[in-house]
């Protein structure tokens, strides 16, 4: 790096930072989040005894610091900003107990010490951040026109790229023959708490100091041109401060900022930089935060990649790689691993060998991490994997306490989760709710109510164990971001009730499309929301009365069908979604068979999914509307049996239509192997008899043990293949790959076996074979009573059958009907 200085060397005229402060205020430069940079806060603070500490933070948060020592108040937490009129406008100023700032905020709380922040307010930081969006957006504009136009840019005298932000540790660690700049700062910094020394405490500030004063020579704002508002409105509350106590001061702050404060200028030179700074209206509060949510590369201060492993250092007043092999094994142990003591101890001595091999003053994470391989996973990096997630990153989640200024709505939702015992946690988890208990079924509503609000707490997800109307699985995971989601969503109200509600009603007046209206009724049942549901089925059956379109009526009716579904679990009154929904089935009905002609194959395929979705909503609407239910299933039914008969139908509907009424046992096997025939005949294009297979068998929904168990149709197929000429078979390739790709492994693994050993001689004898069509091998041609009978018993117990002889008959009659 030519032309920089060595660092250590002070700049000209100018005190040493930490020196004796006789002249001036106790200049503390940390690393954000840096467990070193903390504990010497501490020994500092306690060694200068200061009259006031001055901490790099939004000034409207001085109101908020005396909640540092409530009992409740457990880091890490954050500071968040948010504007008032844009709660979606935040920043977040992240703080864990291995922060310096923390640390000196506890400090002066326990010894009485005046503490304030002095960074550049929130209100101007949320305002500044909108306007360089707003530049950016228009940066981009201008890489379009200059894609369109090329050189209207340099015709326009545009300004070269931005320069790239320094680091300054990577910078120092590069300068002292590193290549990785976390470990430099372990070596120098982290390691120097255990290395049993007890130096000057304001020495390790005076040598930073001077490093940054040298690269702040070479490299001025680094590439951050902010820094100099910010940094302009510092030294005026410094100067401020030292007025008031005498220049009895300790600042704490990033090391980066420490000769800008150092800096002689004028307050005129200073508030010049602040004149006509955008400004908003800013509201702060305490948040929780989270260890994962630090090592992310995003946020003030944040982008720590170890949050678990930096506390387990600021907590450890001695023998750091000890304890932590102690902590990983009993990890590991709970993971049902074996690790011994005997696999701590040599962890530990290997982990202090690589460290003197590498020239290190003690074992860092990188050591401790190669060790932890090495010895307790047996050189494999899955149970690894596990170690960096609970520890190194670690699941720690924050708390604040109730005291904390919150929107109305937030205190709502807290109230909310605790009655319920939903706490929320930062690691991801499944839970199982069964809506037939109080308490499930109102856990579930708020989770609904949440995800109207736009707040993503949980996930509807597929459970492990029942599919029934009665169970429902979520997977949680809580973010702090969510808090200003929460912010955002308090427009809408001040409970979760009434917000979701409002929410709701505003979502259905906006809405554009049918089915956008539909799934947010069924989203408003599932809720629990009856004030908004009349609203929205209102608008409901305006939209259904008013569209024409049977693709919008198909895609509509599947939520409505759910919903009437829901609602009967519920309890809910859904008289009137009923004839709605019967009203929009009797529509596709009649205006399904003329939309199915002339379609391409991306509108074909689109049409398939929507003819799936109606037959199933129709099953759950006969269920749902007892009324019409015997005269909507044989409405759908006749659909069906035109769609699979007429030529004018587009292969891949006719071969579904077929498909549908067979599994439900109205279109006999004889008149499907006869429609197949009659779809896969020599006279019909190849790319057609393709499509109709495709919706015949195709997904994975049991078409392929359906060509297992039915030989005819096999061999139908076969025969066709075996015959498409060899010029067109490379076009039908793709759609019958795609047909048969869906097959679980083992099925496409049967149906090859059945292909290459042909037809068995003599099969295809038997009762209902079709004639000149063998048997495979396996097969019988008529089903074999006594082997059906001997799984009767099991299913009985399955679906919790009265056994006995006595309704041995009845049973075999219900369970048939199941089939």
Same mark, same amino acid.
């Given at each position: 790096?030519?032309?920089?200085? &060595?660092?250590?060397?002070?700049?000209?005229?100018?005190?040493?930072?930490?020196?004796?402060?006789?002249?001036?205020?106790?200049?503390? +430069?940390?690393?954000?989040?840096?467990? /070193?940079?903390? =504990?010497?806060?501490?020994?500092?603070?306690?060694?200068?005894?200061? +009259?006031?500490?001055?901490?790099?933070?939004?000034?409207?948060?001085?109101?908020?610091?005396?909640?540092?020592?409530?009992?409740?108040?457990?880091?890490?937490?954050?500071?968040?900003?948010?504007?008032?009129?844009?709660?979606?406008?935040?920043?977040?100023?992240?703080?864990?107990?291995?922060?310096?700032?923390?640390?000196?905020?506890?400090?002066?709380?326990?010894?009485?010490?005046?503490?304030?922040?002095?960074?550049?307010?929130?209100?101007?930081?949320?305002?500044?951040?909108?306007? *360089?969006?707003?530049?950016?957006?228009?940066?981009?504009? *201008?890489?379009?026109?200059?894609?369109?136009?090329?050189?209207?840019?340099?015709?326009?005298?545009?300004?070269?790229?931005?320069?790239?932000?320094?680091?300054?540790?990577?910078?120092?660690?590069?300068?002292?023959?590193?290549?990785?700049?976390?470990? %430099?700062?372990?070596?120098?910094?982290?390691?120097?708490?255990?290395? +049993?020394?007890?130096?000057?405490?304001?020495?390790?500030?005076?040598?930073?100091? *001077?490093?940054?004063?040298?690269?702040?020579?070479?490299?001025?704002?680094?590439?951050?041109?902010?820094?100099?508002?910010?940094?302009?409105?510092?030294?005026?509350?410094?100067?401020?401060?030292?007025?008031?106590?005498?220049?009895?001061?300790?600042?704490?702050?990033?090391?980066?900022?420490?000769?800008?404060?150092?800096?002689?200028?004028?307050?005129?030179?200073?508030?010049?930089?602040?004149?006509?700074?955008?400004?908003?209206?800013? *509201?702060?509060?305490?948040?929780?935060?989270?260890?994962?949510?630090?090592?992310?590369?995003?946020?003030?201060?944040?982008?720590?990649?170890?949050?678990? %492993?930096?506390?387990?250092?600021?907590?450890?007043?001695?023998?750091?790689?000890?304890?932590?092999?102690?902590?990983?094994?009993?990890?590991?142990?709970?993971?049902?691993?074996?690790?011994?003591?005997?696999?701590?101890?040599?962890?530990?001595?290997?982990?202090?060998?690589?460290?003197?091999?590498?020239?290190?003053?003690?074992? /860092?994470?990188?050591?401790?991490?190669?060790?932890?391989?090495?010895?307790?996973? $047996?050189?494999?990096?899955?149970?690894?994997?596990?170690?960096?997630?609970?520890?190194?990153?670690?699941?720690?989640?924050?708390?604040?306490?109730?005291?904390?200024?919150?929107?109305?709505?937030?205190?709502?939702?807290?109230?909310?989760?605790?009655?319920? =015992?939903?706490?929320?946690?930062?690691?991801?988890?499944?839970? $199982?709710?069964?809506?037939?208990?109080?308490?499930?079924?109102?856990?579930?509503?708020?989770?609904?109510?949440?995800?109207?609000?736009g707040v993503g707490w949980g996930e509807p997800t597929e459970g492990r164990g029942s599919t029934g109307t009665f169970r429902e699985s979520w997977r949680l995971r809580w973010e702090p971001e969510l808090y200003v989601r929460v912010a955002e969503a308090g427009i809408w109200g001040t409970t979760v009730l009434s917000a979701a509600t409002a929410r709701a009603e505003s979502d259905a007046l906006s809405a554009t499309a049918l089915a956008d209206v539909t799934a947010l009724a069924e989203r408003c049942l599932l809720a629990g929301l009856p004030d908004a549901l009349p609203?929205?089925?209102?608008?409901?059956?305006?939209?259904?009365?008013?569209?024409?379109?049977?693709?919008?009526?198909?895609?509509?009716?599947?939520?409505?069908?759910?919903?009437? &579904?829901?609602?009967?679990?519920?309890?809910?009154?859904?008289?009137?979604?009923?004839?709605?929904?019967?009203?929009?089935?009797?529509?596709?009905?009649?205006?399904?068979?003329?939309?199915?002609?002339?379609?391409?194959?991306?509108?074909?395929?689109?049409?398939?999914?929507?003819?799936?979705?109606?037959?199933?909503?129709?099953?759950?609407?006969?269920?749902?509307?007892?009324?019409?239910?015997?005269?909507? =299933?044989?409405?759908?039914?006749?659909?069906?049996?035109?769609?699979?008969? =007429?030529?004018?139908?587009?292969?891949?509907?006719?071969?579904?239509?077929?498909?549908?009424?067979?599994?439900?046992?109205?279109?006999?096997?004889?008149?499907?192997?006869?429609?197949?025939?009659?779809?896969?005949?020599?006279?019909?294009?190849?790319?057609?008899?393709?499509?109709?297979? $495709?919706?015949?068998?195709?997904?994975?929904?049991?078409?392929?043990?359906?060509?297992?168990?039915?030989?005819?149709?096999?061999?139908?197929?076969?025969?066709?293949?075996?015959?498409?000429?060899?010029?067109?078979?490379?076009?039908?390739?793709?759609?019958?790959?795609?047909?048969?790709?869906?097959?679980?492994?083992?099925?496409?693994?049967?149906?090859?076996?059945?292909?290459?050993?042909?037809?068995?001689?003599?099969?295809?004898?038997?009762?209902?074979?079709?004639?000149?069509?063998?048997?495979?091998?396996?097969?019988?041609?008529?089903?074999? +009573?006594?082997?059906?009978?001997?799984?009767?018993?099991?299913?009985?117990?399955?679906?919790?059958?009265?056994?006995?002889?006595?309704?041995?008959?009845?049973?075999?009659?219900?369970?048939?009907?199941? /089939?």
């Open positions: 790096m030519t032309g920089t200085p &060595r660092p250590g060397i002070p700049h000209p005229g100018i005190p040493r930072p930490g020196s004796s402060r006789p002249g001036g205020p106790l200049l503390l +430069g940390v690393r954000h989040h840096g467990p /070193g940079s903390a =504990r010497a806060v501490g020994a500092a603070l306690e060694a200068a005894r200061p +009259g006031a500490v001055l901490i790099e933070g939004p000034p409207e948060g001085d109101a908020l610091l005396p909640l540092a020592a409530d009992e409740q108040m457990r880091p890490p937490v954050a500071l968040l900003a948010h504007a008032v009129d844009d709660p979606g406008r935040a920043a977040f100023w992240p703080l864990a107990g291995f922060s310096p700032e923390w640390v000196a905020i506890r400090w002066a709380l326990a010894h009485d010490v005046p503490v304030r922040f002095i960074d550049l307010p929130a209100a101007h930081s949320l305002a500044m951040a909108e306007k *360089e969006e707003e530049r950016e957006r228009e940066k981009e504009k *201008e890489k379009e026109k200059e894609k369109e136009h090329p050189g209207s840019a340099e015709r326009a005298g545009e300004a070269g790229p931005a320069p790239v932000p320094v680091d300054p540790i990577g910078v120092l660690a590069e300068t002292a023959g590193y290549d990785d700049p976390e470990r %430099w700062w372990e070596d120098v910094v982290e390691h120097r708490a255990h290395d +049993g020394g007890r130096g000057d405490p304001l020495a390790a500030f005076a040598a930073l100091g *001077e490093a940054m004063t040298a690269l702040r020579e070479v490299y001025g704002d680094g590439g951050h041109p902010r820094d100099a508002v910010r940094e302009a409105y510092m030294r005026i509350q410094l100067r401020t401060a030292r007025k008031e106590f005498d220049d009895d001061v300790a600042v704490v702050c990033g090391a980066w900022h420490v000769p800008a404060l150092e800096a002689r200028t004028t307050l005129a030179a200073d508030r010049a930089l602040l004149k006509g700074l955008p400004k908003v209206k800013a *509201e702060l509060t305490w948040v929780p935060w989270t260890h994962q949510r630090l090592a992310r590369h995003s946020g003030y201060g944040a982008g720590i990649d170890s949050p678990g %492993w930096y506390a387990h250092l600021f907590a450890s007043p001695d023998r750091p790689v000890e304890r932590w092999m102690t902590k990983v094994a009993g990890l590991l142990r709970d993971e049902d691993r074996f690790v011994s003591s005997a696999h701590v101890i040599e962890a530990v001595r290997l982990a202090g060998t690589l460290a003197a091999m590498r020239g290190r003053p003690l074992a /860092g994470l990188g050591e401790a991490t190669d060790a932890v391989r090495a010895v307790m996973c $047996e050189g494999s990096d899955m149970p690894l994997a596990l170690v960096r997630d609970r520890l190194i990153v670690g699941g720690a989640l924050g708390e604040v306490p109730d005291t904390a200024p919150a929107v109305p709505l937030q205190r709502d939702l807290t109230r909310l989760q605790r009655t319920l =015992r939903l706490r929320p946690e930062a690691s991801e988890r499944d839970i $199982e709710l069964d809506l037939r208990k109080d308490t499930d079924a109102a856990r579930s509503r708020l989770l609904h109510r949440l995800r109207i609000l609203v929205v089925m209102r608008l409901l059956a305006d939209r259904a009365a008013l569209d024409t379109d049977v693709g919008h009526l198909a895609d509509a009716l599947p939520s409505l069908a759910r919903a009437l &579904r829901y609602g009967d679990v519920r309890s809910t009154d859904t008289a009137a979604l009923g004839e709605v929904a019967a009203g929009l089935a009797e529509r596709i009905c009649v205006g399904l068979p003329p939309a199915c002609t002339g379609l391409d194959d991306e509108g074909a395929a689109a049409l398939r999914r929507q003819v799936d979705g109606v037959h199933t909503a129709i099953g759950l609407l006969a269920g749902a509307v007892p009324a019409n239910a015997d005269g909507l =299933r044989e409405r759908w039914r006749a659909v069906l049996h035109k769609l699979a008969a =007429r030529d004018t139908v587009v292969g891949v509907i006719r071969g579904r239509a077929a498909r549908l009424l067979l599994d439900d046992g109205h279109l006999e096997q004889d008149d499907a192997a006869r429609l197949m025939g009659l779809a896969l005949s020599p006279g019909t294009p190849p790319a057609d008899a393709a499509a109709w297979i $495709e919706g015949f068998v195709g997904g994975a929904a049991g078409g392929g043990m359906l060509l297992v168990h039915d030989e005819r149709l096999l061999a139908l197929v076969d025969a066709w293949l075996s015959g498409v000429a060899p010029d067109t078979f490379t076009d039908v390739l793709p759609l019958l790959r795609r047909t048969f790709s869906a097959y679980e492994p083992g099925v496409r693994r049967t149906l090859g076996e059945l292909v290459r050993r042909g037809p068995a001689a003599g099969g295809g004898t038997g009762a209902g074979a079709v004639p000149g069509v063998t048997t495979a091998p396996g097969f019988g041609p008529v089903l074999d +009573g006594p082997r059906a009978d001997a799984v009767l018993p099991v299913l009985r117990l399955l679906l919790g059958l009265d056994g006995g002889a006595a309704a041995t008959e009845n049973d075999e009659q219900a369970l048939g009907a199941t /089939g």
